[in-house]
């Protein structure tokens, strides 16, 4: 656990007080350019975001389905790189100061930009949280510590194959929320049976007082309210991201549709989640 | 390790599978249980002599080794320098030295109660060898292969579906090597309750790195009793090819602490080191991570992975086996590349001076002893791993010779 409170305590703080789950809604920066992207990017909060997870484009994504790796290959097609991306969340900053934005991908490009420029930048840019996929607890000297010494926390997921023995280690130095995965599989994929994983999240509850947040599968505004029952946040991932190849034009740029679209699905979503209790 | 020397090179890893700062467990939390709970079948198994046994009697029935080593006399003459020998591990069952790992993880696998075998190929080699030991013990077995190698690798293919493996192309990326293995990543993240992953490298999490150095140590082992035998001393120095390295550590390991013996590694320099077509990750490229464990990779300056480029299929790939960017750290190997052009040429004198069609992964090897080998005084020894057949190889080598079949 940490000693300080973040953007993200206070989101789900705030969630909890209006009794509903949060509604997480991952994007990729720099999807299908860095341009479209950051307004993508902004409009998710009016729209009913609470906690905004954006995805650190990587040619080698081993844990994303098909749409979100062509997600990564679009944006990385546009130029986008971490620096580009943390510039990102300096700019939605400049007009919100309280939406959540954690950042998720893989651990090459950090680790090759170096940990500490990293998370001097990230903080400094105004990131609250990462999910880095392929640092598991045993890799927590690499940046988990060294971000909660900066103030950023570090979500750590637990799944499926995470069982009585291992789940105190997965907790251990996680904050902000936990992500539970709801499938052993890839994002974008299968949609898990509910109720199983309803039962999956009752030992974890009882393991952390930590907001518990589920993701993978969750596509349509059902899905989340039957997920909205039992967690404290719902993730909605490859839905929203694969409304970009299927609006935007020839020359890889997004259209109003893209915007309606995103705006529309997020606004449902979050509808679903307060209506869910 | 049965080594009592504590400066010994060949104690690590360490326990949580690091070379120095090489190795490591970087997976996804789905896998964690799996990648520790076969460390712990693996540390098991080793333990338990009729595991080994079982491993010795495949090797000798179903493999055939020990391979022998062989003096290659006339390009011993040819090249005019050191005495050239061959670890002769492409006339294993299957044609290269990946069955000793195949039989190895095969035997784990039934141990741990596994249902399905998924595999990761370059140049189909691995590939072959997984859905060999997969129909012998009676597994299905998915191979996750790259577009563009399936088609650059046709044999082999055929010779997977023969052996009744599912052949998956991979067309996400570049269509080779490391997509293939994002691919059985995904797919092993979706299956790990009754699937085991055969990893063909010397890389990956923990503890596959040491697992298949172990398994390909054979190698080395019988190399260093069979030239001592026929030459009453160790060799001089040691070559191999590396991709990610597997058939390279298994030469190598037993003879790490062996001073006197040099050692080469020798990387794919594709259209050579100044150009951005090569695959010599330890020459050109960057401490990383990538596919579960910490090594040098071929990326860009915002830490995105490159594509490789070589001739040979086995050895295009970004990475390299963490003890490999270790022992390049400490300096113990020389690390040292061979062109295209180079290993092609080296692959037609294999063949027309010895009578044996090697693999392109070796003829790098053997490029690289065409350049050694004269700098050396005749009473010297090098030992080069032959460790696969040019069979697969000859419809690719047509084409770049221009020649029709």
Not at chain 2, 322 to 345: F, Q
């Amino acid at each position: 656990m940490t000693n300080f409170t973040t953007r993200l305590d206070a989101k789900f703080e705030q969630c909890k007080s209006e009794g509903r789950a949060a509604l997480n809604c991952f994007i990729t920066a720099g999807d299908p350019n860095y341009d479209d992207a950051l307004k993508l990017l902004k409009l998710l909060p009016a729209a009913g975001a609470d906690v905004i997870e954006f995805g650190m484009p990587f040619t080698d994504p081993a844990a994303e389905g098909v749409t979100i790796q062509l997600s990564y290959e679009r944006a990385l097609a546009a130029g986008q790189t971490v620096a580009k991306t943390l510039q990102m969340v300096r700019e939605f900053r400049e007009d919100d100061t309280t939406t959540p934005i954690v950042l998720m991908g893989y651990y090459n490009p950090i680790y090759h930009m170096g940990c500490d420029e990293f998370l001097d930048q990230a903080k400094e840019a105004g990131v609250d949280g990462l999910i880095i996929v392929d640092l598991p607890p045993e890799a927590d000297d690499e940046l988990c510590l060294p971000a909660i010494e900066n103030g950023i926390n570090f979500i750590r997921l637990a799944t499926p194959t995470t069982d009585a023995k291992r789940l105190p280690r997965v907790l251990q130095n996680t904050s902000g929320f936990l992500y539970y995965v709801s499938i052993n599989g890839i994002t974008g994929t299968t949609t898990p049976d509910f109720s199983v994983v309803e039962n999956a999240l009752k030992p974890i509850k009882q393991a952390t007082d930590l907001p518990i947040a589920v993701g993978f599968g969750i596509r349509t505004p059902e899905h989340a309210a039957a997920v909205a029952k039992f967690a404290d946040g719902v993730v909605v991932g490859s839905a929203l991201v694969n409304i970009i190849p299927n609006t935007m034009d020839k020359n890889g740029k997004a259209t109003a549709e893209t915007f309606e679209q995103l705006t529309n699905l997020t606004k449902s979503l979050k509808q679903a989640i307060i209506n869910a209790r | 390790m049965s080594d009592k020397n504590p400066n010994s090179l060949r104690q690590g890893p360490d326990e949580n599978g690091f070379f120095g700062i090489f190795g490591g467990r970087f997976v996804a939390e789905t896998l964690m249980p799996n990648i520790l709970a076969l460390e712990e079948a693996y540390t098991t198994a080793k333990a338990d002599p009729s595991f080994a046994a079982e491993l010795t009697h495949l090797g000798k029935y179903y493999t055939g080794r020990p391979s022998p080593i062989y003096l290659a006399e006339r390009l011993t003459e040819h090249f005019g320098g050191a005495k050239v020998y061959f670890k002769r591990d492409e006339l294993n069952h299957t044609g290269s030295h990946k069955i000793n790992n195949c039989l190895g993880q095969i035997l784990l696998a039934k141990r741990m109660g596994a249902k399905r075998i998924i595999a990761e190929t370059g140049a189909g080699q691995h590939g072959v060898a997984a859905a060999t030991v997969a129909a012998r013990f009676g597994l299905p077995c998915t191979v996750y292969m790259g577009a563009k190698d399936i088609e650059r690798q046709k044999p082999n293919v055929f010779r997977m579906k023969l052996l009744g493996a599912k052949i998956v192309a991979v067309t996400n990326g570049a269509g080779t090597l490391k997509d293939a293995m994002n691919e059985a990543l995904r797919d092993w993240v979706a299956n790990v309750e009754d699937t085991f992953y055969i990893i063909g490298t010397a890389a990956g999490p923990h503890p596959y790195p040491m697992m298949v150095r172990d398994f390909q140590s054979i190698i080395g082992e019988e190399a260093k009793v069979q030239i001592q035998e026929e030459e009453g001393k160790l060799p001089d120095a040691l070559v191999a090819c590396i991709g990610g390295g597997s058939n390279a550590i298994g030469l190598f390991h037993p003879f790490l602490d062996d001073e006197s013996v040099k050692i080469y590694g020798v990387e794919a320099g594709g259209k050579g080191l100044d150009t951005d077509e090569h695959c010599a990750s330890l020459a050109g490229g960057e401490p990383g991570v990538l596919h579960g464990n910490r090594t040098y990779l071929l990326q860009n300056d915002d830490g995105q992975i490159l594509e490789g480029h070589s001739i040979s299929a086995g050895l295009d790939y970004p990475g390299i086996g963490p003890e490999h960017s270790w022992l390049k750290e400490i300096g113990r190997v020389n690390y040292v590349n061979a062109t295209d052009k180079e290993a092609l040429e080296a692959f037609q004198l294999c063949t027309l001076q010895e009578g044996i069609i090697p693999a392109l992964e070796p003829s790098h090897a053997l490029a690289y002893v065409a350049k050694l080998a004269p700098t050396m005084g005749k009473d010297e020894i090098i030992l080069m791993n032959l460790c696969g057949r040019g069979d697969k190889d000859v419809f690719a080598v047509a084409e770049h010779l221009g020649q029709e079949i």
